[in-house]
């Protein structure tokens, strides 16, 4: 026995209001992680392969003086073997004769102070004598492969990267998850649906157990 019209429409407009649903989400969730998926399949490329693509790291080396004034702020006291950041003025003048961007915490010995200055794609350090303010510092590049292989890490990115990887990450997940409701509602009309995701599962799970010891 059929059910009355109005059951019917009210079921087609339900459902209609769904698959729009589904719709509205999909594309907003691909446009959002469109650029993020394609960097991050780009470098899982290039970290699969890290050996046949890696660069040649350059490392440039800087040195100065300390002024006299600035000497003073840094001068051997008795809080030696201490972790704390720069003084401002200090780091500015590092900033600005060093090229060095020196924030965050430095270590604080009697005789030096070392400041790491890790970053994507690179590293550097900043080593201040509290004697005599000679200040030295490394920077080195290993290239921009390097640099977006960090990025795909979370290596030395910081917060707001971190942040962008969680968003990025829940977008893929509502991409991936109203593709999947998207495909059961159409699979009816495409028989190999299944079988393709069946697959898409079967396939890494055979590698895993044959293959990864």
Same mark, same amino acid.
């Given at each position: 026995?059929?059910? !009355?019209?109005? *059951?019917? #429409?009210?079921?087609?407009?339900?459902?209609?209001?769904?698959?729009?649903?589904?719709? @509205?989400?999909?594309?907003?969730?691909?446009?959002? +992680? *469109?650029?993020? *998926?394609?960097?991050?399949? %780009?470098?899982?490329?290039?970290?699969?392969?890290?050996?046949?693509?890696?660069?040649?790291?350059?490392?440039? =080396?800087? +040195?100065?003086?300390? !002024? $006299?004034?600035?000497?003073? #702020?840094?001068?051997?006291? &008795?809080?030696?073997? +201490?972790?704390?950041?720069?003084?401002?003025?200090?780091?500015?003048?590092?900033?600005?004769?060093?090229? $060095?961007?020196?924030?965050? &915490?430095?270590?604080?010995?009697? &005789? =030096?102070? /070392?400041?790491?200055?890790?970053? !994507?794609?690179?590293?550097?350090?900043?080593?201040?004598?509290?004697? @005599?303010? $000679?200040?030295?510092?490394?920077?080195? @590049?290993?290239?921009?492969?390097? /640099?977006?292989? &960090?990025?795909?890490?979370?290596?030395?990115?910081?917060?707001?990267?971190?942040?962008?990887?969680?968003? %990025?990450?829940?977008?893929? %997940?509502?991409?991936?998850?109203?593709?999947?409701?998207? *495909?059961?509602?159409?699979?009816?009309?495409?028989?190999?649906?299944?079988?393709?995701?069946?697959?898409?599962?079967?396939?890494?799970?055979?590698?895993?157990?044959? %293959?990864?010891?």
């Amino acid at each position: 026995m059929h059910a !009355p019209v109005h *059951l019917q #429409q009210q079921k087609k407009k339900k459902k209609t209001f769904w698959l729009k649903q589904l719709h @509205s989400w999909h594309w907003i969730s691909s446009a959002i +992680s *469109l650029i993020g *998926l394609l960097l991050f399949a %780009f470098t899982g490329i290039t970290l699969n392969h890290a050996a046949d693509v890696e660069g040649s790291p350059q490392t440039v =080396e800087k +040195s100065a003086t300390l !002024p $006299a004034p600035l000497l003073k #702020q840094v001068a051997p006291d &008795d809080q030696a073997d +201490s972790k704390k950041a720069l003084p401002a003025p200090v780091a500015a003048w590092v900033e600005k004769e060093i090229g $060095a961007r020196a924030a965050g &915490d430095a270590e604080w010995s009697a &005789d =030096e102070i /070392y400041l790491a200055l890790p970053r !994507p794609g690179g590293d550097g350090w900043v080593s201040i004598d509290r004697q @005599s303010g $000679a200040v030295t510092s490394e920077s080195t @590049s290993r290239g921009w492969i390097s /640099y977006l292989n &960090d990025l795909h890490k979370g290596r030395n990115t910081g917060t707001a990267w971190k942040w962008f990887i969680d968003i %990025f990450a829940v977008a893929c %997940f509502v991409f991936a998850m109203t593709g999947l409701l998207l *495909l059961q509602l159409h699979a009816a009309k495409r028989p190999s649906t299944w079988p393709l995701v069946g697959a898409g599962l079967i396939i890494p799970t055979l590698l895993i157990l044959l %293959f990864l010891h």
